[in-house]
């Protein structure tokens, strides 16, 4: 479904990303993990080309991101996102939300947005919201919503970035709830996320990056396995985040 | 002070045909709101597009913006205003230059000068403003944007300028006062607007304190009315659930 083959990409001199390849099949789950400044985020949104790259290729459901004859708005509207701070659109209702790129992106009708908006929004358990604006929701189920107005594009991959690291503790769980359920039901999902018991629960690889390169690319229970096999970087760091 | 106040003033006549000095003020200040409205549409909308060339990811478009706001900006209204008026129509094709200066009555011709001029002087105002409300908006907005396969005309019209223009009412308040203010600069071309009107009564009748009270009164009355047409708009488009507007 996404296959990454060598990227590079640098920022003027600064190089973010080292020929970093990997592979997500259909229906897997494939969580990113790796210090701060590592370079996750630049790798994810270089699968959506919301960042150019300089070398390498990936290729998105046989969309290649790096010809420039891709269409690429057609490539994103294929390709749901969930960032850090969810990046609701403030000044519209949770419905307008859910439904605007629906309508002005795919050319549905505003009847057959709405209706499968409001779908979405019930299964993510926010159907009483509909008329609300996001200033109105908490930080959780603007979330919840965002993940909802991704799925409303029916993408091929989900990517997250980060989806729980700007909420409260207390809400970090009904997110994860419905990422949980999204990947039981088989969707392909790539997620930046350093919540270890979503990734030990639903993961099926996992990656470690540290310094712009992918430094451990295995199965979760390889991972999560025999940490004394892993690299010293992902043992330093992995210390570090399951103390808690 | 030994002046005679008389207020009875405003109600006698002028002594040109049926006319009392009323009605020159009325004439005046109808002027004045038909510079200042044509002038804000044309200031409202080339400041909106100017503003958004100046935010776009193309070097050589926003430089254009820039340049203009440069320009536009720092030259004096005044000058401005003389080089519409007086320099542009030697500088049209032959046909629109006889059109301009001989078949227009001069106080179209007056009108349409100065119109122009402030609009396109209120519009690198406007870009401003404009440039500022969208780049107070999180980068993040127009990734989420992107990331859902919208197009950059797109983004900017369903994304990143209903968002803008609400942050920037209340400096755009300020711009529209603005340019009924500035709009008695006609009156040094010889447009018969409300402060030309209300010299030209001051010296017909010799009651000047009258004559520049009113006219206070009516530029005072003026700029409260459009701050709470204002207002009304801000409270109305505020969004739910964000920081209210207007000390609410
Ligand atoms: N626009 C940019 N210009 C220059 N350098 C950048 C830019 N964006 C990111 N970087 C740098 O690239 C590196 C990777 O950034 P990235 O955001 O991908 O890291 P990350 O692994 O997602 O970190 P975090 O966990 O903090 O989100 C960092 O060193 C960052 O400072
Ligand atoms: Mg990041």
Known sequence: ?244 | MNYNWDWGIFFKSTGIGSEIYLDWFVTGLGWTIAIALVGWVIALLLGSLLGVMRTVPNRWIAGIATTYVEIFRNVPLLVQLFLWYFLVPDLLPEPLEMWFKQDLNPATSAYLSVVVCLGLFTAARVCEQVRTGIQALPQGQTAAAYAMGFRLPQIYSNVLLPQAYRIIIPPLTSEFLNIFKNSSVASLIGLMELLAQTKQTAEFSANLFEAFTLATLIYFTLNMGLMLLMRMIEHRVAVPGLIAVGGK
């Not at chain 1, 229906?27 to 996750?40: D, F, H, I, N, T």
């Not at chain 1, 009904?174 to 993961?203: I, P, S, Y």
């Open chain 1, 1 to 244: 479904m996404i296959s990454i083959d060598n990227v590079n990409k640098w920022y003027a001199d600064f190089q973010v990303l080292t020929n970093c390849s990997t592979e997500v099949k259909k229906g897997e789950v494939v969580v990113v993990c790796g210090p701060s400044g590592s370079g996750k985020s630049t790798l994810i949104k270089c699968v959506n080309a919301l960042e150019p790259f300089q070398q390498g290729d990936i290729v998105v459901d046989g969309t290649s991101v790096a010809d420039s004859k891709t269409n690429l708005p057609k490539l994103r509207s294929r390709v749901g996102m969930v960032f850090q701070h969810f990046e609701l659109f403030p000044h519209l209702s949770i419905t307008e939300n859910l439904t605007i790129a629906q309508i002005k992106v795919l050319g549905r009708s505003k009847a057959e947005a709405t209706e499968k908006g409001l779908k979405l929004l019930e299964r993510v358990g926010l159907q009483d919201h509909a008329h609300k604006h996001p200033g109105q929701l908490s930080g959780g189920q603007q979330q919840r919503v965002a993940i909802a107005r991704a799925l409303a594009m029916d993408p091929v991959v989900m990517l997250f970035d980060e989806p729980t690291s700007a909420l409260d503790p207390e809400m970090v769980n009904e997110v994860l709830d419905v990422m949980v359920q999204l990947a039981n039901e088989g969707m392909t999902m790539m997620c930046v996320t350093h919540e270890m018991g979503f990734a030990r629960k639903v993961a099926d690889r996992v990656i470690f990056m540290d310094a712009g390169q992918i430094v451990e690319d295995c199965p979760k229970e390889e991972f999560f396995g025999d940490v004394s096999a892993r690299s010293e970087r992902a043992q330093q760091f992995l210390a570090k985040i399951l103390q808690h």
